[in-house]
């Protein structure tokens, strides 16, 4: 079984740039969340989706946006990038009802603003 | 909010010895507490996790440690070896289907074995 899979893996943007991240979860799991870890520091919050439905929005401003489609993958996009959205993404997937409630990362999706 | 506080940033110890990492949290609500290792540049691994209604797990050389009351939890890994080099992240959240997703993580321990 394929892990939790992201693309692209690195990318380098300029500063007021545009860019899009993508996950695609575990197969069978439903809900997917996006963290963003400066380099020194521990994961942040970001996004919750659950059934194409946000369920959760951490400290981070208006710039940043997220979806899910229909086949649970999400996508998260930033507008208007600052040299301080360089950070590894990170997304996660989590299998709903089974009382686990393990969260498995991917390998992240490493954004360096210029 | 929640907010973690993990301890210490950094820590070398001989192979063979064991390593401690403490964490606080403040969120009387969070009730789910996993443990994250990260090698560089690789993504955040669970390694164990605990929840409230349990104060102590084990899993081989690695154990959690859980105080509700003092809101603090500690990770135990013991007969340290080369391969567990890395950092390690606290974390906690409320649990459930939603607030699992929503780990507030602390600001990781660099542990380093020597040999």
């Known amino acids: ?114 | 909010g929640e907010n973690v506080e993990q301890h210490p940033s950094t820590l070398s110890v001989q192979e063979g010895d064991s390593a401690v990492i403490k964490c606080t949290y403040s969120d009387s609500a969070s009730n789910y507490f996993p443990w994250y290792k990260q090698e560089l540049g690789k993504r955040p691994q669970l390694i164990i996790d605990i929840r409230s209604n349990v104060g102590e797990k084990k899993d081989q050389r690695i154990a959690v440690t859980l105080n509700k009351t003092a809101k603090h939890f500690s990770l135990h890994i013991t007969e340290t070896q080369p391969e567990d080099s890395a950092v390690y992240f606290c974390a906690a959240s409320r649990g459930g289907i939603q607030g699992a997703q929503k780990l507030v993580f602390g600001q990781g321990t660099r542990l380093t074995i020597n040999p």
């Not at chain 1, 989706?49 to 946000?54: H, S």
Request: with cysteine; hydrophobic share 35%; net charge positive.
């Open chain 1, 1 to 114: 079984d394929a892990g939790v899979t992201q693309s692209p893996t690195h990318l380098i943007k300029t500063r007021g740039q545009h860019v899009t991240l993508r996950c695609s979860p575990i197969s069978g799991h439903k809900s997917v969340s996006w963290y963003q870890q400066v380099l020194g520091q521990g994961p942040q919050f970001i996004f919750q989706y659950y059934e194409k439905e946000e369920r959760g929005r951490g400290n981070f401003p208006d710039r940043f946006s997220a979806r899910q489609f229909p086949n649970y993958s999400s996508e998260l996009n930033v507008n208007a990038l600052l040299l301080g959205d360089s950070a590894l993404y990170l997304c996660a997937s989590i299998m709903t009802g089974s009382g686990a409630n393990v969260l498995t990362f991917g390998a992240g999706s490493r954004l360096t603003v210029l």
